[in-house]
């Protein structure tokens, strides 16, 4: 067990890597985007032809599937608190590259993060042994875990349908709410994949079952919904935001989740699952602090011109206009 785990760390670190990088290269690739078209965040979908966009969905893609291999191995609850390395990985990426200033304060957020999931990794539960696709449906289509499944399905749709027209452009928690709640079960979906590939590698065929093939509709159907989401955010806030705010949405969500399903802290400790709290909270901490000292993105111009306090401060911003329909006020 310890093993595993140790395997499921290893790659958890270079997920949190790939993905921290990933962020970065997306983001120039839809600023690049919305220079020549509709930006993401009110529906283009021009950075698509991107290159960049798509260098960062491969890199994106690496880091998912180093991921996707650790939750064989590990518990989510030790697998999903580590992707608070690629908030540091991102803010560090973003100092350099975007231009986001990294304060002193946010250098002991990344800190925090570090040691946060140093006492996560010593305090992590033990992997249950799961010998069948079939016992991992049980554990889905238990009630606890469906009345999970139905409310976040329920408050996604209301998200998606009518808030998410009406303020998403303002408010973060509107995509990044999406993303989180949608991921836990594409965590859940792509655990029961992982293991299922596992056991027939093994030699135990579990493409055989239809519970294997629903589990997979179930993760692209999310992934797709998140992937969509989390481009909207990443368009609309700065990297800096996005990235904290849909870390602890989204690890919270997901130990919640797998609590329920993978019951991964049966049998553990009082003191183990209180440190792991502690360790959880820690890095909770440093990515608010991470989030309250990094420099909001500068607002979009989107029009020909700019108000300031009176007509007489008109600048036109597009010179090639002829001066003569705005007189004497071009500047």
């Not at 400790?269 to 608010?288: D, Q």
Request: net charge positive.
């Amino acid at each position: 067990m310890y093993s595993s785990n140790l395997k499921g760390f290893i790659l958890a670190v270079v997920s949190s890597a790939f993905i921290g990088s990933s962020f970065i290269i997306k983001k120039k690739g839809l600023r690049r985007a919305g220079v020549n078209g509709p930006r993401a965040s009110v529906g283009g979908y021009g950075y698509l032809l991107e290159p960049l966009w798509w260098i960062g969905m491969i890199t994106m893609v690496v880091g998912e599937i180093a991921n996707f291999v650790a939750y064989i191995y590990a518990p989510a609850g030790l697998v999903t608190p580590l992707g608070a390395l690629s908030i540091i990985v991102s803010a560090v990426l973003a100092h350099f590259l975007l231009k986001e200033k990294l304060q002193k304060m946010g250098m002991l957020g990344c800190l925090l993060c570090i040691v946060g999931s140093t006492v996560i990794v010593l305090h992590s539960p033990q992997e249950r042994s799961l010998s069948s696709v079939e016992e991992i449906w049980e554990l889905a289509i238990q009630p606890a875990f469906l009345l999970y499944t139905a409310s976040v399905v329920a408050v996604t749709l209301v998200l998606i349908l009518y808030c998410s027209p009406r303020y998403g452009q303002t408010n973060i928690l509107i995509y990044t709410g999406i993303c989180s709640m949608i991921g836990s079960l594409t965590v859940m979906s792509v655990k029961a994949i992982g293991i299922a590939i596992k056991l027939t590698l093994e030699g135990t065929n579990q493409l055989k079952y239809f519970q294997t093939w629903i589990f997979g509709m179930v993760a692209v159907t999310c992934i797709i919904t998140q992937l969509n989401y989390l481009n909207m955010a990443l368009d609309t806030f700065n990297t800096a935001i996005v990235s904290p705010i849909y870390y602890a949405m989204f690890t919270s969500f997901t130990i919640f989740a797998s609590a329920i399903m993978f019951k991964d802290y049966s049998g553990q400790s009082v003191t183990s699952i209180a440190s792991e709290l502690c360790g959880f909270i820690t890095v909770l901490s440093g990515t608010a602090i991470l989030h309250s000292t990094r420099e909001p993105d500068p607002p979009l111009i989107t029009g020909l011109y700019v108000v300031h306090r009176t007509f007489e401060d008109l600048c036109v911003l597009k010179w090639q206009w002829p001066a003569c329909l705005f007189k004497d006020y071009v500047c």
